[in-house]
């Protein structure tokens, strides 16, 4: 079942960079068009050939930015090292870019698993410009069984629907949509409910509770590069066409550096170490160049922050409140400006002499106040929430899902999408 979102939920749009979290039944290698030669680029033993979601590397030959990116691997190996793939079970290290895409194309949840042949089963029916508004009781008792979900048009109106499951229902809304159709469904914090007239069914104060996101703003170098010529996007397109090559197809991510705070940093006074174990990384570094500047998308991929999803009104075609905590807690920024400094720290390598000129965003080094002051004022998200339902062990007074995903204090229900992430993963969410 689907609630506010695309088929492909959150990975129709954004970023494509692709680390496993386990196993590669689900991945389909395929090497990038153009055919070029991309031995030394990943490890064919850690990838999987049979799967759904296709996996390639950049197609275009490597840049002039590529090769001091691969020189100063070398240059800098005991801080950066070369690793020549992220998804060996050690991610660590300077990383050629895995991304979602397949024969010049972007490779989607949608893509993989409701291609046509999908679609033409007979037992699977797709509901399009429809929203799932709410689940229902379909059986009372000490437990109630939901099975039953409402369905409207997605225009609006009085015409509504309602579904039943013969075993169960399973909702996969995403981390802003399942928590919200909980919440309407009488799932949720007794006291927000009551306010907004809904009557509660289960009590899950949890619900909507541990929103938590990947953050990024930029670390970005003048360099004596020149502008590329301008793209004629005509001509692209046209390519792309006939080709599946060209611009319309490639990643802006040459490299990525994964990076672990050090043991020895300030930070650790304080704050805890919420990494599943010394091989998982803290910081992403994706490097990204355009002629004159270079620069690192600096990404937390641990946050310690926690934002909420709550219900504006009674009326479930209201969009929810989304409240992202950002930088709430104050690991988070200390935490990116720990990231600024492995970014100035791989950038003032040797392979960079002669080419970067001068830092267009602030030194962390030179006045840390001003610099987490400026990550306040241009923070962005990746798009990665999670947490908005999380499990917790199975006889648990907090939490929202037990270990098998199915809603506490209820039958017939569970929940399986990102919501469930009691920890955020330290990589992008589709490739779990």
């Known amino acids: ?40 680029q990943f490890d064919p033993r850690v990838h999987g050939f049979h799967g759904n979601t296709f996996v390639s590397l950049p197609q275009s030959e490597p840049s002039p930015v590529d090769l ?84 409207a048009p997605r225009s609006g109106g009085d015409t509504r629907k309602t579904l039943t499951a013969s075993k169960e229902l399973i909702l996969t809304a995403g981390a802003i949509g399942s928590p919200q159709i909980l919440l309407n469904s009488g799932i949720g914090d007794r006291n927000d409910l009551s306010a907004l007239g809904i009557d509660t069914i289960v009590e899950l104060p949890d619900v909507g509770k541990g929103l938590t996101d990947h953050i990024v703003r930029a670390a970005v170098w003048n360099t004596t590069a020149s502008s590329p ?19 319309l197809a490639q990643f802006a991510t040459g490299h990525i550096v994964w990076s672990r705070i050090p043991s020895n940093a300030s930070i650790w006074r304080n704050h805890r170490d919420t990494t599943s174990g010394k091989n998982s990384p803290h910081i992403e570094l994706s490097i990204f ?38 930088l709430t807690h104050p690991f988070d920024v200390e935490a990116i400006r720990e990231g600024a400094l492995l970014a100035k720290q791989f950038f003032t390598g040797p392979a960079w002499d002669g080419y970067l000129i ?3 965003t602030l030194d962390p080094d030179i006045d840390p106040a001003a610099y987490d002051e400026s990550t306040r004022n241009t923070l962005i998200t990746t798009v990665h ?33 990102s919501s469930a992430m009691a920890l955020i993963f330290s990589l992008n969410e589709l490739s779990i």
């Open 68 to 151: 001091r990116v691969m020189q100063n691997a070398q240059l800098q190996s005991e801080r950066f090292p070369f690793n020549l793939d992220p998804n060996s079970g050690s991610p660590l290290g300077v990383t050629w870019t895995q991304s979602n895409i397949g024969n010049g194309e972007r490779s989607s949840a949608a893509t993989a698993y409701l291609g046509s042949e999908v679609r033409r089963r007979e037992n699977l029916d797709i509901a399009i410009n429809t929203l799932a508004t709410r689940v229902l009781t379909t059986k009372s008792g000490r437990q109630p069984e939901i099975r039953t979900v409402e369905i």
């Open 385 to 417: 929430p999670s947490g908005t339902a999380a499990m917790s062990a199975r006889n648990a007074k907090n939490g929202v899902l037990d270990p098998d995903l199915k809603v506490k204090g209820v039958r017939g229900l569970r929940v399986a999408d």
């Open 289 to 326: 160049s355009s002629g004159p500047v270079l620069g690192f998308a600096i990404i937390l991929l641990t946050p310690h922050s926690r934002g909420t999803v709550k219900l504006r009104s009674s009326n479930p075609f209201d969009t929810p409140i989304i409240n992202p905590g950002y």
């Open 358 to 360: 001068n830092p267009l």
């Open 229 to 247: 010529p301008p793209i004629n996007d005509q001509e692209a397109l046209e390519q792309w066409r006939t080709t599946r090559t060209g611009p």
């Open 1 to 40: 079942m689907l609630g506010p979102r695309s088929l492909a939920t959150k990975v129709g749009l954004g970023r494509l960079c692709f680390l496993l979290r386990k196993g590669a039944k689900h991945e389909k290698w395929v090497p990038p068009n153009g055919g070029r030669n991309i031995t030394g």
